[in-house]
């Protein structure tokens, strides 16, 4: 906020670039646009930090589409998992901490996170992948 004030010329051009992202925008260009707003602190759908370490970690002598069953698996693990979480006692409301004592406040924000950037490493359709999580 501070910056769009008092540097209006300079978060403008960058404000208009997020608006030119649409989901059809090539993937490359879209991470180079979101890594420029990020860096100017505009909060984006895709973290592209999160996207670089990602893809920088993948491992040798695995298959693209093996590493994409992972990812696909670590939802699966999380949506099972979740009704454990739930029942856990540390999962109660805490108006003392404002959140929960195991953080499970911040859990729905991480599942979000962590799915876009795999599934944008695996250059899949995020939202779709997301509705498939629902639904399990």
């Given amino acids: 906020q501070v910056l769009s004030h008092r540097c209006p010329f300079l978060m403008g051009p960058i404000e208009c670039l ?65 009704p454990l979480l739930a029942s856990d006692p540390a999962s109660v409301y805490s108006p003392e901490l404002d959140g929960y004592q195991n953080n499970l406040h911040c859990l729905a924000k991480a599942i979000a996170q962590l799915s876009a950037a795999l599934f944008t490493v695996h250059n899949k359709n995020i939202e779709t992948h997301l509705k498939e999580f629902l639904l399990v």
């Fill in 18 to 82: 997020m608006d030119v992202v649409t989901p059809d925008t090539d993937i490359q260009v879209t991470l180079s646009i979101f890594e420029l707003a990020s860096a100017a602190g505009i909060p984006c759908e895709v973290d592209p930090a999160l996207v670089n370490v990602l893809a920088g970690s993948k491992t040798d002598g695995s298959s693209p589409e093996e590493q994409y069953k992972v990812a696909c698996l670590l939802l699966v693990f999380v949506a099972v998992s979740l």
